[in-house]
Nanobody, 120 residues
């Protein structure tokens, strides 16, 4: 089993910044990709940013130029630097991982989520 734990969420004013972290642990052989998704009440869960093991990244159009995803392969950790936050960025942010376990299984793991609130 693989576990993902997010941290770094909180309350911030519009225009402010937050840095989210997600650490993976458990029976990990290799992480192929990690990413961040978000879901607001009444809305579908959407992809925010993803990063592959070789460093390739992909962003939602709504966050390009404001958010930056990065990873540390040695620590099995991914980060999301969120700048110039807007009210519409408020949501629960979930960490996701495409992971190969030591038993040979490839699966998708999800974290419990961390709340990001943007309010003045």
């Amino acid at each position: 089993q693989v576990q993902l734990v997010e941290s770094g969420g909180g309350l911030v004013q519009p225009g402010g910044s937050l840095r989210l972290s997600c650490a993976a642990s458990g029976s990990i052989f290799r992480i192929n990709a990690m990413g961040w998704y978000r879901q607001a009440p009444g809305k579908q869960r959407e992809m925010v940013a993803v990063i592959s093991r070789d460093g390739n990244t992909n962003y939602a159009d709504s966050v390009k130029g404001r958010f930056t995803i990065s990873g540390d392969n040695a620590k099995n950790t991914v980060y999301l630097q969120m700048n110039s936050l807007k009210a519409e960025d408020a949501a629960v942010y979930y960490c996701n991982s495409d992971v190969q376990s030591r038993s040979g299984r490839r699966s998708t793991a999800w974290g419990q989520g961390t709340q990001v609130t943007v309010s003045s």
